[in-house]
């Protein structure tokens, strides 16, 4: 074969790839609107019943020179491609999302700034027991320059015989206490019945791990304009997570602050599986503050200052920890609580870290 001949062949091969090329294009747009019309209508956009067919037709057609199983390979290949553009355009139209957002959102809660670049922290006991425990709490928090309090008034635990919570008195002690401290409270509810009444008395709805997929509270606390604050479920995907956090945004509230607070894994040694890099990942993703709740991920006083300090080094927003004024007595999460000296070491030990607004 000459030369000539050879470059021929080459220029028909260059030819081929560009006709290729085009169609590859063309086939993605065509996935790429089959994708919208699945998410309109609620449909799931892989379907193995499907895929199955159009390779089975491809193999029926086959005439060579490509074995069978080579023309698999090569189809579900673009098969997978066209997919990733699917869930590409998914992700790119989550209101959650850094694509449709670029800039940082920022949650208000009585003029404290959440997601401005500076950093911050929630305190309180897990439980509200009595009005004097959570007083004397906020009391250590002023001291430490904290605003944000948190306790809980309804209490999901994983048995129907463990302590529930004081419910809507709860509430009330976390208001009163509130208002004398001057502080901004954050409380979990858990129905989504519950919301109107709550926001009488908190400035924040904490929406638990075990309620992350309860798309009818998700949808009920996006309906009322107060700030969420959203725990990542137990074995959620960050996928799974943003998408919980769409269903609040989609009822119009985007005042929403994402927390990972540790995911369950076959490790015994810690409560949960504290997901570090859950934190720059939803950063990049979305453009929600997020803030590390250390307590609940590690379920153990010793590891909540250098897990803090790994939150805060690794850019988190804030740090969440669980703070009681003598826990051996707590009603729930004795093992995990920081008494007042645990808690102004904690503080002193993290001040240096913590990144302030000029």
Same mark, same amino acid.
Do not use: W
């Given at each position: 074969?000459?030369?000539?001949?050879?470059?021929?062949? +080459?220029?028909?091969?260059?030819? !081929?790839?560009?006709?290729?090329?085009?169609?590859?294009?063309? +086939?993605?747009?065509?996935?790429?609107?089959?994708?919208?019309?699945?998410?309109?209508?609620?449909?799931? &956009?892989?379907?193995?019943?499907?895929?199955?067919?159009?390779?089975?037709?491809?193999?029926? #057609?086959?005439?060579?020179?490509? /074995?069978?199983?080579?023309?698999?390979?090569?189809?579900?290949?673009?098969?997978?491609?066209?997919?990733?553009?699917?869930?590409?355009?998914?992700?790119?139209?989550?209101?959650?999302?850094?694509?449709?957002?670029?800039? %940082?959102?920022?949650?208000?809660?009585?003029?404290?700034?959440?997601? %401005?670049?500076?950093?911050?922290?929630?305190?309180?006991?897990?439980?509200?027991?009595? $009005? /004097?425990?959570?007083?004397?709490?906020?009391?250590?928090?002023?001291?430490?320059?904290?605003?944000?309090?948190?306790?809980?008034?309804?209490?999901?635990?994983?048995?129907?015989?463990?302590?529930?919570?004081?419910?809507?008195?709860?509430?009330? !002690?976390?208001?009163?206490?509130?208002?004398? $401290?001057?502080?901004?409270?954050?409380?979990?509810?858990?129905?989504?019945?519950?919301?109107?009444?709550?926001?009488?008395?908190?400035?924040?709805?904490?929406?638990?791990?075990?309620?992350?997929?309860?798309?009818?509270?998700?949808?009920?606390?996006?309906?009322?304009?107060?700030?969420?604050?959203?725990?990542?479920?137990?074995?959620?995907?960050?996928?799974?997570?943003?998408?919980?956090?769409? $269903?609040?945004? #989609?009822?119009?509230?985007?005042?929403?602050?994402?927390?990972?607070?540790?995911? +369950?894994?076959?490790?015994?040694?810690? &409560?949960?599986?504290?997901?570090? #890099?859950?934190?720059?990942?939803?950063?990049?993703?979305?453009?929600?503050?997020?803030?590390?709740?250390?307590?609940?991920?590690?379920? &153990?006083?010793?590891?909540?200052?250098?897990?803090?300090?790994?939150?805060?080094?690794?850019? *988190?927003?804030?740090?969440? *920890?669980?703070?009681?004024?003598?826990? *051996?007595?707590?009603?729930?999460? #004795?093992?995990?609580?920081? %008494?007042?000296?645990?808690?102004?070491?904690?503080?002193?030990?993290? +001040?240096?870290?913590?990144?302030?607004?000029?």
């Amino acid at each position: 074969m000459s030369n000539a001949e050879l470059n021929a062949l +080459r220029e028909r091969v260059d030819e !081929i790839n560009l006709q290729m090329l085009k169609l590859i294009s063309e +086939r993605g747009k065509l996935v790429q609107e089959i994708g919208k019309a699945k998410d309109t209508g609620g449909i799931n &956009r892989y379907d193995p019943v499907r895929e199955r067919k159009m390779l089975n037709s491809i193999i029926e #057609s086959n005439d060579g020179p490509f /074995e069978d199983s080579t023309l698999q390979h090569i189809f579900k290949e673009i098969f997978k491609a066209g997919l990733e553009l699917q869930e590409d355009d998914h992700s790119k139209a989550l209101l959650v999302s850094r694509k449709k957002k670029p800039e %940082d959102t920022i949650v208000d809660i009585k003029g404290i700034k959440i997601g %401005d670049g500076s950093q911050t922290f929630i305190v309180g006991p897990c439980a509200v027991e009595s $009005y /004097e425990q959570v007083a004397a709490v906020a009391e250590e928090a002023k001291k430490q320059g904290i605003k944000l309090l948190r306790g809980g008034a309804f209490k999901p635990r994983t048995s129907p015989y463990d302590f529930q919570g004081l419910g809507l008195e709860g509430l009330k !002690i976390l208001k009163r206490v509130a208002d004398e $401290y001057d502080m901004a409270v954050i409380s979990e509810i858990v129905n989504p019945a519950h919301i109107e009444m709550a926001i009488e008395y908190i400035d924040v709805i904490q929406i638990g791990a075990r309620n992350m997929q309860n798309f009818e509270l998700l949808k009920a606390a996006g309906a009322v304009r107060k700030p969420v604050l959203l725990k990542r479920g137990l074995a959620a995907t960050l996928s799974e997570f943003m998408n919980a956090a769409e $269903y609040i945004a #989609s009822q119009g509230n985007d005042q929403i602050i994402l927390c990972e607070r540790g995911i +369950r894994t076959y490790e015994t040694a810690t &409560r949960n599986t504290l997901d570090i #890099s859950a934190v720059p990942i939803l950063k990049q993703e979305t453009h929600l503050p997020v803030f590390v709740d250390v307590t609940h991920s590690t379920g &153990r006083r010793d590891l909540l200052l250098p897990t803090a300090k790994a939150a805060l080094a690794i850019g *988190a927003d804030g740090v969440m *920890a669980e703070v009681h004024p003598d826990p *051996a007595v707590a009603l729930s999460d #004795s093992a995990q609580q920081m %008494d007042f000296d645990q808690f102004d070491t904690f503080m002193k030990e993290l +001040r240096p870290f913590v990144k302030v607004n000029a």
